[in-house]
């Protein structure tokens, strides 16, 4: 606290100085009416005498700073040339006022009251100067005043260290609220600091948790290859000795093994993406083939809810360079979903080309007429881990990671996937992608 306010009255002494060198040069020519020239000059050779000590205090402290250990010595500093500069107008007021009239006197006083409040605004940072600025300029110049012999003076005089008094006070209010200020500056640069470095650790705590998955998701997978390899053997070997029931069997077991692996995939894929493990592998892709591909894999999950299954636009989709196996990924996601959440409906698959930027934009629309959504549902759409609801989790399955994976993977490939949707009528998801993707692999 105390290194903020005196490295505010340091900050300050390059305005002090001007202040310094300029009011003088006024008030010498106010007074010139009242008091000889000599006089006048002299007065101001001192003055700035003290202005240049304060600058050149200034210079030695904008080059080294406090330092370690020498904010005591840097305070005394301060306030040491702060009293000189005080000295050097209360000399000279002093002086001037032994053989000053009445009128003179009431002059300079006014002229002294002034140049003391414009002088202690700079000096509010550190109270202990700017109290000995007010003091050392105003209490000799009150007193002179109270020992003429003229009464109106005399009572001016006294008005003087009333004014002083007043002044130290202003000053130290002023002192008080720079205070208030300048702990809330702190506190809020404590917190600004402390949010910081909590997110610096949130990130590092999240690109662990993504290192980790990552590895356990892999050291999981080869492991369960094996089990769904010897399973699908074991399988085919029932079948072809006619053991029905234990085929039956290895068939539940092959189909759970598969349904893992497929979520540990999920994991994977989030993982590698979040600890920038992603990266893109551009070729040239047949949309047509590509689609016809997703449109046959999901054939029978189609089926399997009654629905109907159809594509629109192939003629007019051409060729894109993207990366394909991303690509497929997305879209299967995309058309598995829309099996899975319709029931005796109808699914379309639509692609068109859009203008845009470069060689402009592939667009697939996969629209169902499934069970649709809510706008609170909507708003949780893309987070991972995020279903509908906990009634879509028990009835449907799944991690809620698929559309989290497929919107970072169409980030990935400078695209975006939004949707539409109507509460019991059905959704629209709409895939934009770059026709023309830069070639380079680009990491997450």
């Not at 029905?244 to 993982?271: C, N, P, Q, Y």
Request: hydrophobic letters at 50%; glycine letters at 8%; one cysteine or more.
């Amino acid at each position: 606290m105390r290194t903020k306010q005196l490295e505010l009255s340091y900050r300050r002494l390059p305005l002090s100085a001007a202040l310094s060198l300029t009011v003088p040069l006024v008030f010498a020519w106010l007074m010139r009416p009242v008091f000889a020239d000599g006089v006048l000059a002299a007065w101001l050779g001192v003055v700035w005498l003290a202005t240049l000590l304060r600058g050149v205090l200034w210079y030695s402290w904008s080059r080294t700073g406090f330092g370690a250990d020498g904010l005591r010595r840097w305070t005394f500093l301060f306030w040491a040339v702060t009293t000189v500069a005080a000295l050097a107008w209360s000399v000279g007021a002093v002086l001037l006022l032994a053989d000053a009239d009445s009128r003179e006197t009431m002059m300079l006083a006014i002229m002294m009251f002034a140049i003391t409040a414009i002088g202690s605004t700079s000096l509010a940072s550190h109270l202990p100067s700017a109290s000995t600025f007010i003091t050392v300029i105003l209490a000799p110049t009150a007193m002179a005043m109270v020992a003429k012999s003229d009464a109106v003076v005399r009572i001016s005089g006294l008005a003087v260290l009333v004014g002083t008094v007043a002044l130290i006070a202003t000053v130290f209010r002023a002192h008080r609220e720079m205070g208030h200020m300048i702990r809330a500056d702190l506190r809020v640069s404590a917190a600004a600091g402390e949010a910081v470095r909590a997110r610096a650790a949130a990130e590092d705590a999240s690109r662990a948790k993504s290192e980790f998955l990552a590895n356990m998701s892999h050291e999981l997978r080869t492991p369960l290859n094996a089990i769904l390899g010897y399973s699908e053997m074991l399988w085919e070997d029932a079948r072809a000795e006619a053991a029905t029931a234990r085929a039956a069997d290895l068939e539940k077991v092959t189909t759970a093994g598969r349904h893992l692996l497929a979520l540990i995939t999920d994991v994977l894929d989030l993982s590698k993406i979040e600890a920038g493990r992603m990266e893109l592998h551009v070729d040239s892709v047949d949309v047509a083939a590509m689609v016809r591909h997703v449109v046959d894999t999901s054939t029978t999950l189609a089926a399997a809810g009654g629905n109907a299954l159809r594509v629109e636009g192939l003629d007019a989709a051409g060729t894109i360079q993207s990366d394909p196996v991303k690509l497929q990924q997305v879209l299967l996601n995309l058309v598995g979903n829309a099996c899975k959440f319709t029931s005796r409906g109808q699914i379309d698959v639509c692609c068109r080309r859009e203008p845009g930027e470069g060689d402009g934009w592939l667009v697939v629309d996969v629209r169902d007429t499934g069970i649709g959504m809510t706008p609170e549902q909507m708003s949780r759409l893309f987070g991972q881990f995020m279903q509908a609801d906990s009634s879509t989790t028990r009835r449907y399955g799944g991690t809620g990671l698929g559309l989290a994976i497929s919107q970072r993977l169409c980030h990935l490939m400078h695209g975006e996937i939004t949707a539409r949707s109507t509460f019991g009528q059905g959704s629209t998801f709409t895939l934009r992608v770059p026709v023309l993707l830069p070639a380079v692999p680009t990491a997450a």
